[in-house]
């Protein structure tokens, strides 16, 4: 049991570095490239927010993108549509002077989309999938989850730093019985 502890002890441990180091990179990435969207290794992560995509991915997935210069006919790609990342399928391409440009199409939509892309507009294609995250994180950046977490770790810190120390009483208990 007690190398079960240590294991999980070592794994958290591990895994709360490797989210660390993750957020700094992104936030970094973030300040320093403002018009850019984060990435490691040429690998994006996004939040699906609509099922225009269903049955292949499903809002509150999160999706793993790779930026990538060969895009081909069926390929699902993210691409920029003003403010917001849309993730649809390639289902034509056509050539103008020259530069091949993409017309996609959610699963689940009845059209294609209106928007003609180039290959400047596309984040990246779609990797794979993971299910239901996104809306886990998406939950826990609400403010009243934020603000509850914060006085959650307040309390904790309150706590532990109030908290009577055992060894300092067990010390004065035992100076105390020395002394009579």
Not at 42 to 66: E, N, Q, R
């Amino acid at each position: 049991m007690k190398i079960l502890k240590k294991t999980l002890k070592i794994f958290a441990y591990i895994l709360v570095s490797l989210l660390a180091v993750y957020s700094t990179i992104i936030v970094v990435q973030k300040v320093l490239w403002r018009d850019k969207t984060p990435n490691i290794f040429g690998y994006k992560h996004f939040i699906v927010l609509s099922g225009s995509m269903s049955p292949t991915i499903d809002a509150g997935d999160i999706i793993i993108v790779k930026d990538t210069d060969n895009i081909e006919l069926n390929d699902i790609v993210s691409f920029r549509l003003n403010n917001s990342v849309v993730t649809h399928r390639i289902v034509d391409s056509l050539e103008d002077d020259g530069v091949v440009k993409y017309i996609t199409k959610g699963d689940a939509n009845s059209g294609k989309d209106s928007l003609i892309l180039d290959k400047s507009d596309i984040e990246g294609v779609y990797c794979f999938r993971i299910p239901k995250l996104g809306n886990v994180i998406l939950f826990l950046k609400k403010p009243i989850v934020i603000f509850g977490f914060l006085v959650l770790i307040g309390g904790i810190l309150f706590i532990y730093c109030f908290k009577p120390n055992d060894k300092k009483k067990e010390l004065k208990e035992k100076k105390n019985k020395e002394k009579k």
